[in-house]
Structures are given as structure tokens and as C-alpha cells.
């Protein structure tokens, strides 16, 4: 059965790191992408970037470049996204997915359950 | 680039049918035809319905259904049951290696 497990929920204060974790169980963790979609308070999904685990390359939306960290850790088959100075803005839901690897075009069909990340002073 | 537009919200009677729009442009719905559609009740994660424009990954009842003209894709619940009472997302791949995802679409089941 694939699954993508994400971490649990933050509470962080403004200036502070962090990093949120996707553990994928399954399926061929190298053939399929990992991408990251935020969803702020009560507002639309919103494409982060995707990496590509087989070689760690990453790329990044116009809107989060130079923002966040996405990276991979075959290894344990897990995926993360970080922060090194978290804003009062990056309250929100960050849900990781899969795509098959051949293209940025491919669907998402499975998703993680969801990391509620809060960052309040 | 801009979400693609949805409208609000769209209601129906159970039984019946209710299609949402997507509305981008020529270098994001209108150029492809790589439109999703994905669905999320409150407080889940979303859950794929549709991928390439119309076609249905396994275990998706076929009462949901996608099409697209122009720069407007569509999608189409019909016999609508109150399960199906939830958000709906379209996203698109576009211009630049980039996806966009719509605004967002309430489905309220009367």
C-alpha cells in the first residue's frame, strides 16, 4: 500500500527554523517525485516545487524560490521541507504528494495527510 | 502567474449534476492538456479525480468527468450524492515548467 506519512504539527515563533518530514512506504521511492503544496487558512492549494529523489534535483515555483528547502534522503525514503526563518505568512497546511517522474505534468495520486505548521510571537 | 479561476461555489439536489469551471489562459489550461481535478473534504488531503484533462485514475466513480475548451476546462458531477459535498481544485501545468491550481470550488449537495 502506498503511503506518504508526514510529520506532526509546529508551533514556532517568527525568526525561528524548522523542518517537516514525508516518509513514503510503498512503492519505488526513486521513481516517482516528490512535490509540496502549501494551503494557508481557509485559502486554495498552492504548488511549492517538486524534487526528483533518484538525484535530489529540485525546483522550485516562481513564489517559494530562495524561500524554502526541499530536499531528499533515499536512504530512509523520506522527503523534507525547511525553513531557516519562519514568518508569521508561512502559517499553514503543507501536504507532500507523488508524481511519476516522467513529467511536471503528472498528477499528484497520492497524498501526504498534511503538517499543520503555526508560526505565531 | 495567477490561480485559475473557479467560481465560489456551486450547489445541486442530489441526483443531479453540477460542473465547475477552470478558466486560465493560453499558456496554462488553453495550451495543454494536462488539467487535474482534485477533490478535498474538511480537514483531509486532496484526493486526484481526474489527470489529463479527462481521464480517470483507478477506483474513481465514473459519474465524475472532465472535458476542457479553449482556456476553460470543466469538470462534471453527475447524480450527485451527498459524499461529494466538498472543495474542488483544478490544477494545470503551464508555461515556464511551472502548475497552477485553481481557486477553489465549494460543492454544497441541497
Known amino acids: 500500500e502506498v503511503q506518504l506519512v508526514q510529520s506532526g504539527a509546529e508551533v514556532k515563533k517568527p525568526g525561528e527554523s524548522l523542518r517537516i518530514s514525508c516518509k513514503a512506504s510503498g512503492y519505488s521511492f526513486t521513481r516517482y517525485w516528490i512535490t509540496w503544496v502549501r494551503q494557508m487558512p481557509g485559502k486554495g492549494l498552492e504548488w511549492m516545487g517538486r524534487i526528483d529523489p533518484s538525484d535530489s534535483y529540485t525546483y522550485y515555483s516562481p513564489s517559494f524560490q530562495g524561500l524554502v528547502t526541499i530536499s531528499t534522503d533515499k536512504s530512509i525514503t523520506s522527503a523534507y521541507l525547511q525553513w531557516s526563518s519562519l514568518e508569521a505568512s508561512d502559517t499553514a497546511i503543507y501536504y507532500c504528494?507523488?508524481?511519476?517522474?516522467?513529467?511536471?505534468?503528472?498528477?499528484?495520486?497520492?497524498w501526504g495527510q498534511g503538517t499543520l505548521v503555526t508560526v505565531s510571537s | 502567474q495567477s490561480a485559475l479561476t473557479q467560481p465560489r461555489s456551486v450547489s445541486g439536489s442530489p441526483g443531479q449534476s453540477v460542473t465547475i469551471s477552470c478558466t486560465g489562459t493560453?499558456?496554462?489550461?488553453?495550451?495543454?492538456?494536462?488539467v487535474s481535478w482534485y477533490q478535498q473534504h474538511p480537514g483531509k488531503a486532496p484526493k486526484l479525480l481526474i489527470y489529463?484533462?479527462?481521464k480517470w485514475p483507478s477506483g474513481v466513480p465514473a459519474r465524475f468527468s472532465g472535458s476542457k475548451s479553449g482556456n476553460t476546462a470543466s469538470l462534471t458531477i453527475s447524480g450527485l450524492q451527498a459524499e461529494d459535498e466538498a472543495d474542488y481544485y483544478c490544477c494545470s501545468y503551464a508555461d515556464s515548467y511551472t502548475l497552477l491550481f485553481g481557486s477553489g470550488t465549494k460543492v454544497t449537495v441541497l
Open positions: 504528494a507523488r508524481q511519476l517522474d516522467t513529467a511536471l505534468a503528472n498528477p499528484f495520486d497520492y
Open positions: 493560453s499558456r496554462d489550461v488553453g495550451g495543454y492538456n494536462y
Open positions: 489529463d484533462v479527462n
